[in-house]
């Protein structure tokens, strides 16, 4: 499981990584938590897969937020 740590453009990252293929399970807070794709072996290369995209998008470079495996 991954778990995306921020406070704004949630909806937009649950968007943007379920188009990726990874699955929402759960909002608790600030925290977002995905299923990673099935097939997904390495889950620390899937959270710096996940922070890249967020990065990759034209306001991810300004948000606030971490990536965490739990």
Do not use: C
Request: charged share 25%; hydrophobic share 50%.
């Amino acid at each position: 499981m991954i778990i995306v740590n921020l406070a704004q453009r949630q909806e937009e990252i649950i968007a943007l990584l379920e188009s990726k293929g990874y699955h929402f399970v759960k909002k608790q807070g600030i925290k977002l938590s995905f299923e990673v794709p099935e097939g997904t072996e390495d889950l620390n290369a899937a959270a710096v897969e996940v922070k890249a995209l967020i990065k990759g998008t034209e306001w991810g470079p300004v948000l606030y937020f971490n990536v965490v495996v739990a």
